[in-house]
């Protein structure tokens, strides 16, 4: 069956410093990778999706890099400041229609 | 819109009584997923319909659990009889197949504890 691991459970970095994120799948490639972010007592809100013929994306502050070699992809926040804490859930789905397998995620803390 | 809707966003229960929560999707969106969320699991998926239809339980733990959309303004999820290992965050969430993007819309979730 598919996995998904997240590099950590937690990451701690100074604000102003980029952080990254690793997310590493077993098995098939996936058709795409989205990324996550969840607050304390709250659903996980959209954040990028990443498609398998797409090396990189960005948004704003975000990158995201998708190497289906590895089977990894990276995360990146930069120039971090402290409202990005939060968890970060990577997920992959093998095709379009299908259900999102996700990763345990990785608490990011940000401090000033 | 307002988003996907969970209700009740907090229960407590005793072992074996029923409990049943509840879900809105976003209005347009076909289909709509039912997940725990633990410390130790993660996000689990337990249920996936599209167009009120169930296309994949295999992530319902057991016979417990059931699912039902009687329609595409809502689904539930029923828990009879509950145990303490229940205990934990459901999350309901929706999205539109068509989309290329499957993005998913997740409620806040539904808080359910045991006793």
């Known amino acids: 069956s598919q996995k998904i691991e997240q590099n950590s459970e937690a990451l701690n970095i100074q604000e102003g410093k980029t952080a990254t994120l690793t997310c590493n799948y077993t098995?098939?490639?996936?058709?795409?990778l989205q990324w996550y972010r969840q607050d304390p007592g709250r659903g996980p809100v959209f954040l990028l999706l990443?498609?398998?013929?797409?090396k990189e994306k960005r948004k704003e502050r975000l990158k995201v890099t998708f190497d289906t070699t590895l089977k990894q992809s990276l995360f990146h926040i930069t120039a971090s400041q402290p409202a990005d804490s939060a968890t970060y859930l990577c997920?992959?789905?093998?095709?379009?229609?299908?259900?999102?397998?996700f990763g345990k995620g990785t608490t990011l803390s940000v401090s000033s | 819109d307002a988003g996907v809707i969970q209700s009740p966003r907090h229960e407590v229960t005793e072992m074996g009584q029923e409990v049943t929560l509840r879900c809105k999707p976003i209005?347009?969106?076909?289909?709509l997923f039912w997940y725990r969320q633990t410390m130790m699991r993660g996000l689990e998926l337990l249920i996936y319909?599209?167009?009120?239809?169930?296309?994949?339980d295999s992530g319902m733990p057991e016979d417990r659990f059931s699912a039902k959309m009687p329609n595409a303004s809502f689904s539930t999820l029923k828990i009879q009889p509950s145990e303490p290992r229940d205990s934990a965050v459901y999350f309901c969430?929706?999205?539109?197949?068509?989309?290329?993007?499957?993005?998913?819309?997740f409620g806040p979730g539904t808080r359910l504890t045991v006793l």
């Open positions: 990443i498609r398998e013929n797409e």
């Open positions: 997920a992959l789905v093998r095709q379009a229609g299908t259900a999102l397998i």
């Open positions: 319909f599209n167009n009120n239809v169930p296309i994949d």
């Open positions: 969430a929706s999205s539109f197949v068509g989309w290329s993007t499957d993005t998913q819309y």
């Open positions: 209005s347009g969106h076909d289909s």
């Open positions: 098995n098939y490639s996936p058709a795409y």
